[in-house]
């Protein structure tokens, strides 16, 4: 028996995808491990914790502002368009990148006193170098997701996070200290390497890049834009909590908390996995397509809630020894944070999908809307929970927008296309079947 094309497809997108998304989180474990146990304070890693995130926050905006209008147009255009889009896709890459550097270049100072962290300065400074290499990275990660050539994207990231470790191993190994500052370097040598590996695969198809007139630049612009204020929401919901504990308690903390949140990302990859599939796959269709985005949204939130929901349960009962084996017993107060957490990371396997099917089927502008709505929300309860409660408060915080954006998003589904997540838990329930059924066809197409 063989396999059908489009499950051989998806199948291998979702095994290439999944290998891509768990390198990033154990490397980022192994390399956390290294740090809390070997190289760095609690205070430290607290400065390293605030460094992510605003390293996170301008890949969010790079990737907001083109990433989906990359993948929407080079999915929907012709082959003779195609080389506008991608060279669209890299002036916008360049000027966002030097925009993003600027800000962050003049905002330094006012940053680093809002957050209590003087440490965080040079660092900031440094991480120029890693915004100028995530530009050639980002535009062939773009270009392989794509076409969902998660293969060649899964070796481009070993090679970026393994020489970030590599870097960081040598001088502990030859007894030296790590700086916070080397940190930095270490992680923009590993952008940079990916690039080239990235290069390296995609080299006979540079040449397919053309000077795009200006329709097509703002073509992307004006798609992305709503996508990269949804991003902007996202990330302002998810990491309002580390500024403001920052701000109202200690960097030591915010140690504790980059802990948990590290566990909490491993469980969110199929979320993401599933989202970074769904969207190319959806990428043709339109609002006036109910019943295939009906399907869509309730088989994909099912699939990541079958994965996501035993892993949940597993690291809410084994918290405390999930943050000793990651960390030590210095962050074992985090294990509250980290449970509740595993509660929210349930209601997040249907923000993450709906998210990206409006996005997909041309609906930007409704999910910033939301997800901004619930941004501010959850910047308001943090204030008032983390002032009362401490850490738990972040937490609690983050739990209660997350149900209140779930109620209003699923009635949204539900009136536009009838949605129905009851739907979803039988599409949860039959997933490892079928699973199974497509593995066996694998393993046995030649039989």
Same mark, same amino acid.
């Given at each position: ?12 997108? *979702?095994?290439?995808?999944?290998? @891509? ?16 146990? %070997? ?8 400065? %390293? ?8 926050? $301008? ?15 080079? #999915? ?8 506008? &889009?991608?060279?669209?896709?890299? $002036? ?7 925009? &993003? ?24 400074? %440094? #991480? /120029? ?31 970026? =996070?393994? $020489? ?16 916070? #500052? ?14 080239? +590996? ?45 500024? &403001? ?8 903390? &915010?140690?504790? =908390? ?6 909490? /990302? ?32 309730? !088989?994909?939130?099912?699939? $990541? ?8 349960? +597993? ?5 405390? %020894? ?44 409704? /999910? ?9 929300? #959850? ?40 949605? /129905? *997540? ?14 199974? !059924?497509?593995? @066996? ?7």
């Amino acid at each position: 028996m063989s396999t059908p094309p489009h499950d051989h497809t998806v199948l291998k997108a *979702v095994f290439y995808g999944g290998l @891509q998304r768990a390198t990033v989180i154990i490397f980022g474990m192994l390399t956390t491990m290294v740090l809390a146990h %070997w190289a760095v304070t609690p205070h430290q890693m607290g400065i %390293w914790s605030l460094y992510l995130i605003v390293a996170a926050f $301008v890949e969010i905006v790079r990737h907001g502002l083109v990433k989906n209008s990359v993948i929407k147009y080079l #999915n929907t255009s012709t082959a003779a368009e195609r080389p506008f &889009v991608l060279g669209a896709s890299l $002036v916008l890459n360049i000027l966002i990148t030097l925009a &993003v550097a600027a800000v962050i270049f003049f905002c330094t100072p006012l940053l680093v006193r809002v957050l209590k962290a003087p440490e965080l300065r040079p660092m900031l400074y %440094w #991480n /120029n170098l890693a915004l100028l290499s995530l530009i050639p990275f980002s535009h062939f990660e773009w270009l392989m997701l794509s076409q969902l050539n998660l293969k060649h994207l899964f070796w481009t990231y070993v090679v970026r =996070q393994s $020489v970030t470790l590599l870097l960081l191993l040598v001088p502990l190994v030859l007894g030296q200290q790590v700086s916070l #500052n080397a940190l930095v370097i270490y992680y923009a040598a590993g952008i940079l390497s990916g690039a080239l +590996v990235a290069y390296f695969f995609y080299r006979h198809r540079s040449a397919h890049l053309a000077v795009p007139p200006r329709a097509w630049l703002l073509r992307l612009f004006h798609f992305g834009k709503y996508a990269f204020g949804t991003n902007m929401s996202n990330l302002v919901m998810r990491s309002t909590d580390s500024f &403001v504990v920052s701000n109202l308690l200690t960097t030591a903390i &915010v140690a504790q =908390q980059g802990i948990a949140l590290r566990i909490f /990302n491993m469980v969110d990859i199929p979320s993401q996995l599933i989202g970074d599939i769904l969207f190319p796959k959806t990428a043709h269709l339109s609002a006036q397509d109910k019943g295939h985005v009906k399907f869509y949204f309730e !088989k994909s939130s099912g699939a $990541v809630l079958a994965v996501v929901l035993p892993l949940a349960l +597993v690291v809410f009962l084994l918290a405390e %020894w999930t943050i000793w084996l990651l960390a030590g017993t210095q962050y074992l107060n985090a294990a509250p944070y980290l449970r509740c957490m595993m509660l929210a990371s349930i209601v997040l396997c249907f923000l993450k999908q709906y998210g990206t099917i409006t996005d997909a089927i041309g609906r930007p502008r409704t /999910n910033f809307l939301v997800t901004t709505g619930m941004a501010v929300v #959850n910047v308001g309860l943090c204030f008032f929970w983390v002032s009362r409660f401490g850490l738990i408060g972040a937490a609690y915080s983050f739990i209660i927008t997350s149900l209140l954006a779930f109620a209003i998003t699923q009635h949204l589904l539900w009136r536009e296309f009838g949605v /129905n *997540v009851f739907n979803s838990l039988r599409y949860a329930a039959g997933f490892y079947p079928q699973m199974g !059924k497509l593995v @066996q066809q694998k393993l046995f197409s030649h039989a």
